[in-house]
């Protein structure tokens, strides 16, 4: 499995949260068959930070509605698995490196 960590979430939640609490916690949608020590292996490679702790969630698929001409036509979203990451040290990630 060569690509476990798919792309990071930057939400004003988490960044308020991140902010009350004064823990660098960071969210990342994962692979859905990658485990936290998998998920913990690849941050640390990727973004030379030692992990303090991961919470996992994976969401359901939403249903969605779309009004055509032809009539409704009804689908879902697909489900996805989010990770939270705590930092150990007092570290940030930049996500918005230009190299």
């Known amino acids: 499995m060569t690509n476990i960590i798919v792309r990071p979430i ?10 009350k609490s004064g823990e660098k916690q960071y969210g990342f949608i994962v692979a859905k068959e990658a485990n ?6 690849a ?12 919470r996992t969630a994976i969401t359901s698929p939403r249903s ?8 409704v036509i009804s689908g879902k979203s697909s489900s996805y698995k989010k990770a939270y990451v705590t930092l150990l040290d007092a570290k940030t990630l930049d996500f918005y490196k230009t190299s």
């Open 10 to 19: 930057i939400t004003e939640k988490l960044s308020k949260n991140t902010a």
């Open 36 to 41: 936290k020590l998998q998920i913990r292996t």
């Open 43 to 54: 941050i640390e490679e990727m973004y030379d930070v030692q992990v303090s702790s991961i």
């Open 64 to 71: 969605r509605r779309r009004y055509t001409k032809s009539g």
